[in-house]
């Protein structure tokens, strides 16, 4: 394996990590979707190359999975979703967007350190990808925490679910039977949300999340 | 090899009976079955024990591997001389136990709860003797606490018999988890759970401190080591009479006997301040428990005060056998493992007894209340007698058997000048005056008891129309009594039967004591000390025959009837003799003021009126508020605190989750 391919790896992994910084700095929701939709063909061609340098032709289903799936069928979908929730404002984020940067990068470095210091015997390609696979779960995660809006969070959730296919794909010798289901959980998934979604619109006549709390009789 | 096969056939066949007391639930005969049964495995056990003792030097152990249980580990069992010492003391207690069951099971208003955990409460006890490997040690040792706990529930109408269960199955379960760390300490992080590779393990020092600590935990919850003892004077008196003896007499015995074989057998070399330790916690244990016995007002509580005294007095022999072990005084510490094995067998017999004559005392009385007992020795004298005989025995009068164990350990406790420690130069001879203490309070304890048990008038309608037991039940209080007074005249062939015990544990042993004339005994050497069991009781039974004689020749010959002298008080009423708590009121003075908070407060009448001044007394168990108390107040506390977090919004859920994933990550870049 030559220093290129891995190089390759490299740059398209940690993509994935500056696509995840760009998730949690926008505000917008018909951006946010596109950014997302960049996310998943990023983590497409991720797939793709390393199915070539790992010689394992198996990996392109989940490649072509991701492409269609989030690349193109889930923006489209939850850009209808939002455009029938009539939500294409602003999104209000809890915590600013400087500090929510700064954690992010307080972030990565952490998932740096502990992934070099716990694979100092694995392959050199599985290490960096994992290492970025983690920053881009946290990334997912930490937007999730920040964000009030139920869309948003399922772009969060979508992103998180991005970094756990790049760890798999990443490590060598994973069977297909695993990335294929978790790309078909997160489908499922998505189903449910959405479905939830329109429910809780129904309900409450708005998708912010505090409107729940109200219901369950914390808040007066 | 076969005398194992035919223990475990045994075992096999208590828990048959167990089966059959549930099958056989409609037969009106069934207790008396049942308890036949039970008392015939128990002869089958003991004659494999004494065999096994009897035979003991050049013997190899009888080893077996059963293929149940888990998979690849099986049950392994074996009899060594230590299992077939415990072997041959609780199937002695067992068997009473179940003689007397005959007798005093009839009285049972539900046997239903009784009869079928009998049987198995007993084979469980077997069992753990018998295991030779962690897992099956820990099964029986669990299933032992279950059936007792099973029993101790039989008469769960009453609150108080709900709430001992309640505090005994979590005090089970407590010393269980001790017990269980224990053997994953000893097995290490490789090893496996068989005591034979248990026994070859090294254990640096921190690991061995844990392992002691946990051991004594573990096996000081079952026995009632002081803090640990709190659920003992519970639940021991909350079970049918035979199961509170088996429960103090012979449980008991099976948690000294998880003691030593962790201890002296799988540790190999405790830490240095192992014997501090046990010796403190010894003495602590003798002291507070034969106290509270003083104080206690309820005849079956009172024997399980005093079981905590006998269990602190057998952990002393056992922390002085530890610090001569640890000087290399092989003969020391052979003396003072033989006290405590010795006073264990003591324990066995005449708390069994004890507890008979109190379940004797409840038959016929349906009392438990010392003042409303008294003068049974009138109605019940056969009863009385055994009593006496228990009650002498417990109070290490020669010439007994309690006397001998208790002055072996003080034989022990002189040899410490020889120890090179200060440390244990200075304890030692405070725990032999701790000791010493505990010996003269627990005379006290059973003058007070038999006193206001069974002489004076009676304090109650019951006590007045009492009625002697049946004579299984007195059978089975004769036994122990006897061999109470058998073992106190001839001590020496039973010294000379714990020796090869003590020798596959320390790799000395005492003396022989069967060859000296007369039954002497000679723990040392002729010129420092010797007791002579037998002498002693031909001197008393002849001095007194004499005096009596004297004085019926030279006093005076006729019989004169007499009002009987009133000391002063000329009302009649049975209140004006001693009470419970007046009988115990001098020492309560002296000893209970601070380490049980006795307070005593008369509240005088307001002036011109007719009403009586009362006398109040209140005692506090202070371990109890200091040490269990606090427990659910904390966990309410913390609970009301932890409340919070059910009503979170699912924003701060998420960032629950995800904080914990950093901290945990965090911690992980920053582990060296």
């Known amino acids: ?220 | 090899m076969t005398s194992l096969a035919i223990a475990l056939a045994s075992i096999a066949g208590l828990f048959a009976t167990s089966i059959l007391a549930v099958a056989l639930s409609k037969l009106p005969s069934r207790n008396r079955v049942v308890y036949s049964a039970a008392a015939l495995a128990c002869i089958a056990l003991l004659a494999v024990g004494l065999l096994r003792l009897g035979a003991a030097n050049g013997e190899a152990d009888a080893v077996m591997t059963l293929p149940i249980g888990l998979p690849w580990l099986g049950i392994h069992l074996r009899m060594d001389a230590l299992s077939a010492f415990f072997l041959a003391v609780i199937n002695l207690g067992g068997f009473g136990a179940s003689i007397y069951g005959i007798g005093y099971g009839e009285h049972e208003e539900s046997p239903g709860r009784v009869l079928p955990f009998f049987p198995a409460f007993l084979a469980g006890m077997n069992l753990v003797l018998l295991a030779d490997d962690a897992f099956s040690f820990l099964v029986s040792w669990e299933f032992m606490s279950l059936a007792s706990w099973a029993m101790v529930m039989a008469h769960h109408q009453e609150a108080e018999t709900r709430r001992a269960g309640y505090v005994y199955l979590l005090m089970a379960g407590f010393g269980s988890l001790a017990l269980l760390l224990t053997f994953g300490l000893l097995a290490g992080p490789t090893g496996h759970y068989a005591f034979i590779t248990m026994r070859a393990g090294e254990h640096d020092t921190i690991s061995a401190g844990l392992i002691l600590i946990l051991a004594l935990i573990g096996a000081g919850s079952k026995a009632g080591l002081v803090p640990l003892h709190a659920w003992l004077p519970l639940a021991h008196p909350a079970a049918p009479s035979h199961v509170s003896a088996l429960m103090s007499g012979v449980m008991t015995k099976v948690a000294v006997y998880g003691f030593i074989r962790i201890v002296f057998d799988l540790l190999g070399t405790p830490p240095w301040w192992a014997s501090l330790l046990v010796l403190i916690v010894g003495s602590v244990t003798a002291v507070l428990g034969v106290l509270q016995a003083l104080m206690e007002r309820d005849l079956k509580r009172l024997l399980a005060y005093s079981t905590i005294e006998n269990i602190g007095v057998i952990f002393i022999g056992l922390g002085l056998a530890l610090a001569f072990q640890e000087n290399a005084m092989p003969a020391a510490a052979a003396l003072a493992l033989t006290a405590a094995l010795f006073h264990a067998l003591n324990h066995s017999l005449f708390k069994s007894l004890l507890f008979f004559g109190s379940g004797a005392v409840l038959t016929a009385t349906h009392e438990r209340d010392l003042d409303r007992l008294g003068g049974l020795i009138h109605r019940m004298p056969v009863t009385a007698f055994l009593f006496l005989a228990g009650s002498m025995a417990i109070s290490a009068l020669p010439p007994l058997n309690g006397f001998v164990s208790e002055w072996l350990t003080f034989q022990a406790v002189l040899l410490s000048p020889n120890i090179p420690q200060w440390s244990l130069k200075v304890l030692v001879p405070a725990v032999g005056g701790v000791l010493a203490l505990a010996a003269a309070l627990a005379a006290a304890c059973f003058v007070r008891a038999y006193g206001i048990v069974f002489l004076g008038r009676p304090r109650s309608a019951a006590a007045a129309k009492a009625v002697e037991v049946d004579r299984y039940s007195l059978a089975a209080m004769v036994m122990p009594a006897l061999l109470c007074l058998l073992a106190g005249l001839f001590p020496g062939p039973i010294i000379d039967a714990i020796g090869p015990t003590v020798r596959s544990i320390i790799g000395a042993q005492m003396p022989v004591q069967s060859a000296l004339p007369w039954y002497t005994i000679i723990p040392i050497a002729e010129s420092r000390s010797s007791y002579n069991g037998l002498l002693v009781f031909l001197f008393i039974t002849i001095s007194t025959l004499i005096a009596v004689e004297v004085l019926h020749r030279f006093a005076s010959r006729a019989v004169r009837r007499a009002p009987a002298w009133d000391c002063g008080y000329p009302d009649p009423s049975p209140l004006t003799q001693y009470s419970a708590a007046s009988a115990s009121q001098p020492i309560r003075r002296v000893f209970a003021g601070s380490l049980l908070h006795a307070r005593e407060t008369v509240e005088m009448p307001p002036p011109g009126s007719s009403e009586p001044a009362r006398f109040r007394l209140a005692l506090k168990d202070v371990i109890w508020e200091t040490i269990y108390a606090p427990i659910p107040r904390v966990i309410a506390a913390s609970a009301l605190r932890l409340d919070r977090f059910q009503f979170l919004t699912i924003r701060q859920y998420l960032s629950l989750v995800f904080a914990a994933l950093v901290i945990l990550l965090l911690g992980l870049a920053i582990w060296p």
């Open chain 1, 1 to 220: 394996m030559n220093g290129l391919a891995l190089d390759i790896a490299h740059l398209l992994a940690g993509s994935m990590v500056l696509v995840s910084f760009l998730l949690l700095y926008q505000d917008r929701m018909f951006a946010l979707l596109n950014i997302f939709a960049l996310q998943a063909i990023v983590l497409s061609a991720s797939i793709a190359w390393q199915a070539y340098i790992q010689d394992a032709p198996h990996l392109y289903v989940p490649a072509l999975i991701a492409l269609l799936l989030k690349g193109i069928v889930i923006p489209l979908a939850l850009r209808r979703v939002v455009i029938k929730l009539g939500i294409h404002r602003e999104i209000e984020t809890v915590v600013g967007i400087g500090p929510t940067m700064l954690l992010g990068i307080g972030l990565v470095a952490l998932s740096m350190v502990i992934m070099l210091k716990a694979t100092s015997t694995a392959d050199p390609l599985a290490r960096e990808d994992l290492a970025f696979a983690l920053s881009v779960l946290l990334l997912g995660l930490l937007m999730m925490v920040t964000r009030r809006n139920a869309v948003s969070q399922i772009i969060g959730f979508m992103s998180l679910e991005n970094g756990l296919i790049l760890a798999a794909t990443g490590a060598k010798g994973m069977p297909l039977v695993v990335e294929i289901s978790i790309a078909f959980s997160v489908l499922v998934a998505f189903i449910v949300i959405g479905i939830f979604l329109f429910r809780i619109r129904e309900r409450f006549d708005t998708v912010e999340l505090e409107a729940l709390d109200a219901s369950r009789g914390e808040r007066p």
